[in-house]
């Protein structure tokens, strides 16, 4: 498969131990793996917010709320490397912000040892960044990082333009936009260039989901590994923005499965189809999902097989974008004890269903929240004809 990630090797001491590259049959960030092999939730993931600066504000945006000019001291990273040690079955880290890379003070004293750490234990590593800024910062990450996560919902750089400062609050003018589009393009060619699966992912929103084949296209000219596509759902910062149907989300899935490069590894998540629906045409295409080449569904990892950490606070969440208060704090408590108490919540144990035979371990909260908020999916169970 040409999508085969080169970066596999973790290194005990001298010695290389080679990983299962990343493929559509090796998602480790998919919690269905380690709920298959644990017979339960585990905790194998460990998502961090490292800053809350963003030189650009999406109309999108899942944390636009919390972004600020200036940020307080974050907590020692010697402290969260030493609570990611303790975490038994840890397989993915995940570092996202705000841009996680604005500060190079970050980046290399909290996201190079992060990157390292992981490293050094075979876990592997995502960041989540919109490459605008200069190179160097991403080459300094780019020996030891898996995964770099891209949003990219445009078909030009006007749309970036508009879409990416929409909510800057002053003016920017559509020269500078198109100045750091094209950086955009280069930095994720680079790295790709430098053994770093580029994952670009696009919302199927109400402005993509028609032109959701060009963008696909677009993002196969650039090289990426991977089209990582979720529907836009209204978290806080984007709740103003026009929500599109269930009918418009699966049209535009199936626009993208007729027109998509097939050599391209593609990645659905946050679906709100599920094979225990009444509805026989989001059933089908699931069914069509599951047998396309190169096609994977992740189930959703917020509070499956992953938390959040503020680095800030050291506050842990479900997710970086929840309304869910946090349940707890580094300082204090061990991250699978904090999982654990999770995982006793009734918000968790309100979606935490399991059809094995589809593959699936149930909807998302924001999902479930605004498409099924009455339905029991402890009563459902996967149709498959
Ligand atoms: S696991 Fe839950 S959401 Fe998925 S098919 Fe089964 S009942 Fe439906």
Redo the contacts with the bound molecule.
């Keep these: 498969m040409n999508m085969l990630h080169t970066q596999n090797n973790q290194y005990r001491g001298n010695t290389a131990i080679q990983l299962a590259p990343l493929s559509p049959v090796n998602d480790p960030w998919d919690p269905i793996g380690s709920l298959s092999r644990y017979g339960g939730h585990r905790l194998t993931s460990v998502e961090m917010t490292v800053t809350n600066l963003c030189n650009m504000r999406c109309e999108h945006c899942a944390v636009g709320d919390t972004l600020v000019m200036a940020e307080p001291d974050k907590i020692p990273i010697g402290e969260m490397i030493r609570r990611l040690e303790e975490v038994e079955h840890l397989e993915t880290i995940s570092i996202t912000g705000g841009e996680p890379t604005f500060s190079n003070r970050t980046v290399k004293e909290y996201m190079v040892p992060l990157l390292q750490y992981a490293r050094s234990r075979g876990v592997r590593s995502q960041i989540n960044s919109n490459v605008t800024l200069p190179y160097s910062r991403y080459e300094q990450l780019a020996p030891f990082l898996d995964v770099m996560h891209i949003s990219f919902n445009y078909t030009s750089a006007e749309d970036f333009h508009q879409i990416g400062f929409a909510k800057a609050g002053h003016s920017v003018s559509l020269e500078a936009a198109a100045k750091l589009y094209d950086r955009m393009i280069d930095n994720a060619q680079r790295l790709s260039d430098a053994g770093v699966l580029v994952s670009a992912e696009s919302m199927i929103n109400y402005r993509t989901h028609d032109k959701i084949d060009e963008i696909h296209q677009l993002i196969v000219d650039m090289g990426c590994q991977r089209h990582e596509v979720h529907p836009m759902y209204p978290s806080s910062f984007a709740k103003d923005l026009p929500v599109i149907t269930r009918e418009q989300m699966r049209r535009s899935i199936e626009l993208l499965l007729n027109s998509r490069d097939s050599n391209v590894w593609m990645l659905f998540g946050t679906l709100p189809f ?3 629906s009444d509805n026989k045409q989001e059933r089908d295409l699931l069914t069509r999902l599951a047998n396309e080449r190169n096609v994977t569904v992740r189930n959703d990892p917020d509070g499956r097989n992953r938390l959040n950490v503020n680095l800030f606070s050291g506050d842990v969440f479900v997710t970086d974008f929840s309304d869910v208060p946090s349940f707890g704090n580094i300082a204090d408590s061990r991250l699978d004890e904090l999982f654990d108490r999770w995982l006793k919540h009734p918000l968790a144990q309100g979606v935490n ?3 094995p035979a ?1 593959s ?4 998302n909260l924001l999902v479930k929240d605004m498409y099924y908020k009455d339905v029991n ?1 402890h009563m ?3 149709i498959l004809e």
């Design positions: 599920y094979q225990c269903c399991h059809c589809a699936c371990c149930g909807p999916f459902r169970s996967a």
